[in-house]
């Protein structure tokens, strides 16, 4: 395997040293505090490879999305990332445990805690040897719980029987069903217990309002249900809505953040919390009732849920509000997945009672965005992640991890700039207050993106036999005979190394891809 050698080390040593002057060129060094955790993200399913009994890959068998293969063959190669992260002077690396391998069957009684029956130990030791092999290296461990998908026996897609309105194997049925959030909970607390010593750092969910928007409002994934137009529709198993599920959504953290704090007291436990800063069309009154609108149902209403135990169930901040006191305060600090800033438009024919939508790519693939009347162009990104971390500080005035940030077209030098301003945009919104714990770049890897198949590439690395990809699949599917070989690209890699290794920007850097 290709690591990153000692060309780029001495490029960063180079970095490192340039930076040591506090000016140059009337430029000063941006300085991060000590300890600071800088890093990359992944997840199970777009990394590892070789899931066969969880939603995605029924998914997957019914035609719906790509094919994802071996991935990048992280189960096999994580040794091989971790050096690469401790060669570029990173301290953390987050990752899934993947619920599916841990718990493959349905349990006989899923309120209960699980059992030896209920559980494949080879997995549990699977990632053991993972966790130490990654404090090894210097590392860090940020653990996600679940990143979208669920075991087969929680949901299957392919069971749902539309007569019935019922799942015919006796699967779960999703986050329509709230026995979901029990199982979910006990499966975190049972990795709690095995973990409690080597992991600090908890995700219990990656990105709740996507997983509700992708699989029970737009029908893109596993459940694939259909309700764009009436979020509060009671079309789907057990009477549920979409406020249901998101609902259940929120109580399946609760249970597991109370879950791992009685394995390990001191653990600091959150979601990784997808992030849209909503951004009115200048001079557009409109457009700015429908901003504050947006904001409150997506970004607002479950982080309010987690630490107020106050729960909108109009979604609108006009409708009856329920008092859940047991949810609040079940944030230690705020993951921020984070990569849109997008202008809102008012709409009635979607997304009913918000009528308000986001003038994102997302929304598009469903209906024309310049039907809705939105700018041929969104507003600056990096302003946005300054707006939306100052935003959460002054409202929640919890600490805050960016858990995911990421650039996925193939342009090293846009990729480049895009870590260099988005990490300066953090650095902002610490001198305006925000309580920043670090940075977590994604991904380390090119990896599978969902629909998008191996269309994209957020990865510090290239693996090899996808270099020259330019269509979802490439024609190729991850398989043993792969090239799964790293290849690190640049300057994207060296200059992330740099900031790193000084926990810092030099301004030879800033002046070269800050602007």
């Not at 301290?91 to 559980?119: C, G, H, M, Q």
């Not at 994604?442 to 996808?466: H, R």
Request: aromatic share 12%.
């Amino acid at each position: 395997m290709k690591h990153y050698g000692s060309l780029s080390i001495v490029l960063i040593v180079l970095g490192v040293l340039a930076s040591c002057s506090s000016k140059s060129g009337g430029t000063a060094r941006i300085n991060f505090p000590k300890g600071f955790l800088w890093g990359v993200s992944t997840a199970a399913e777009q990394s590892e490879g070789g899931i066969t009994n969880n939603d995605w890959y029924v998914w997957e068998q019914m035609g719906k999305t790509p094919p994802v293969g071996l991935a990048d063959n992280f189960y096999n190669l994580y040794a091989e990332d971790f050096t690469n992260a401790q060669t570029m002077h990173l301290n953390a690396f987050r990752l899934t445990f993947e619920w599916s391998r841990i718990v493959p069957n349905k349990p006989a009684n899923i309120y209960a805690p699980l059992i030896p029956a209920d559980v494949d130990m080879r997995e549990v030791n699977h990632y053991h040897a993972v966790i130490s092999s990654l404090i090894a290296h210097g590392l860090v461990p940020v653990v996600t719980l679940t990143h979208y998908t669920v075991p087969q026996w929680v949901d299957d897609p392919a069971a749902y029987d539309k007569t019935s309105n019922s799942f015919t194997d006796g699967s779960l049925g999703g986050w329509t069903n709230t026995a979901t959030a029990y199982a979910f909970a006990n499966y975190a607390g049972f990795m709690a217990q095995q973990f409690s010593a080597t992991v600090k750092y908890w995700l219990t969910e990656n990105e709740p309002l996507p997983d509700t928007l992708a699989g029970y409002v737009l029908g893109q994934y596993p459940p694939g249900f259909m309700n764009i137009s009436y979020l509060t529709a009671t079309t789907m198993p057990f009477s549920a809505s979409v406020v249901t599920v998101l609902k259940n959504m929120i109580q399946g953290h609760v249970l597991a953040y109370h879950a791992i704090h009685a394995a390990e007291p001191n653990a600091m436990v959150s979601i990784a919390k997808n992030s849209i800063y909503a951004s009115a069309i200048p001079n557009d009154p409109a457009s700015a009732r429908a901003a504050v609108a947006f904001d409150h149902a997506y970004n607002l209403v479950y982080l309010d849920a987690v630490t107020r135990g106050v729960f909108d169930n109009g979604l609108t901040g006009t409708t009856f509000t329920e008092l859940h006191p047991a949810w609040a305060n079940t944030l230690d600090y705020i993951g921020v997945n984070y990569y849109s800033n997008d202008y809102v438009v008012p709409f009635s024919g979607i997304l009913i009672p918000i009528n308000a939508v986001p003038c994102d790519p997302t929304i598009g693939a469903v209906i024309p965005l310049n039907s809705l009347g939105c700018p041929a162009q969104n507003p600056s990104e990096t302003q946005g992640l300054t707006d939306i971390l100052t935003e959460y500080a002054q409202r929640y005035h919890l600490p805050m991890l960016i858990t995911e940030n990421g650039y996925g077209k193939a342009d090293p030098i846009g990729k480049t700039r895009y870590i260099v301003q988005n990490i300066m945009a953090v650095k902002d919104a610490m001198d305006l207050g925000a309580n920043m714990l670090g940075y977590l770049y994604w991904t380390m890897d090119y990896d599978y993106e969902w629909t998008s198949g191996y269309a994209q590439n957020f990865g510090l690395f290239y693996v090899d036999d996808f270099t020259s990809c330019t269509k979802p699949d490439c024609g190729l599917v991850p398989a043993t005979a792969t090239d799964f070989t790293r290849t690190s690209v640049q300057p994207a890699v060296d200059v992330y190394a740099a900031i790193a290794a000084g926990s810092s920007i030099s301004p030879s850097i800033i002046d070269q891809y800050g602007h």
